[in-house]
């Protein structure tokens, strides 16, 4: 079955960076995907990358895919206090951008800024 | 402002008393969906609608009920819960069953 793990809590300091790492289990999955969630919000997209990509950047966030480990990170340059959220790891099977009722969630890593 | 708008944020009741949430988007989506976030665990997918119809459930108990009457709109009809059901109840929307999801803010719900 799918099955998607993170885990639950980071730490990092304001202007360090940060890595979210995330593993899931399904080799097909075509899509992954990361999901932001802010206090008292719903989850954003914040990024995906599809499953022939190693690596995908956007700004401060670049994502790395090793799919040979079936191994998904997420890291933040620059961590700033706005980063402070509960971050989802999620993968889909969906065979174009991702048919959304086949999306499996991970259990969100807080991450936490200090200064 | 958020495009997908849930109502109540916060709710609390009994486990013999009968409520609702309500979930409304103005991004001219046509598939809505019912999530369940509980702490520590993974986001559950209870029900997807596409265009009304239901698509999926999850085999989720009957004490939930969804209703979809329009694509703008989605119900979850919550009946004689279990304290276990607390949790956050968030909808989303999307263009297609395909397309990115857009969630509202939540409902968090505390089962007495």
């Known amino acids: 079955g799918e099955d998607v793990e993170q885990s639950l809590f980071l730490s990092v300091r304001e202007g360090d960076s940060s890595v979210i790492n995330c593993t899931y289990t399904?080799?097909?999955?075509?899509?992954l995907y990361w999901y932001k969630q802010e206090p008292g919000a719903g989850l954003q997209l914040l990024t995906y990358?599809?499953?022939?990509?190693d690596m995908k950047q956007d700004q401060r966030l670049t994502v790395l895919l090793n799919k040979k480990d079936k191994h998904l990170s997420l890291r933040i340059a620059d961590t700033q206090t706005g980063d402070s959220a509960i971050y989802f790891c999620a993968e889909s099977i969906g065979i174009n951008t991702g048919t959304a009722s086949k999306l499996t969630f991970g259990t969100g890593t807080r991450l936490q800024v200090t200064l | 402002e958020t495009g997908v708008t849930q109502t109540p944020r916060h709710l609390v009741m009994g486990m013999t008393n009968k409520k609702s949430l309500k979930c409304e988007q103005h991004?001219?989506?046509?598939?809505m969906y019912w999530y369940k976030q509980s702490a520590k665990k993974p986001l559950e997918l209870m029900f997807v609608?596409?265009?009304?119809?239901?698509?999926e459930n999850n085999s989720v108990p009957s004490r939930f009920s969804p209703e979809c009457p329009n694509s703008s709109h989605l119900f979850l009809h919550l009946h004689t819960l279990q304290p276990e059901d607390s949790a956050l109840y968030l909808c989303?929307?999307?263009?297609?069953?395909?397309?990115?999801?857009?969630f509202g803010e939540g409902s968090r719900l505390t089962v007495l």
């Open positions: 990358i599809f499953s022939n990509m």
């Open positions: 989303a929307s999307s263009l297609g069953p395909q397309g990115e999801l857009f």
């Open positions: 609608y596409n265009f009304k119809e239901q698509t």
């Open positions: 399904d080799s097909s999955s075509t899509y």
């Open positions: 991004l001219g989506h046509n598939a």
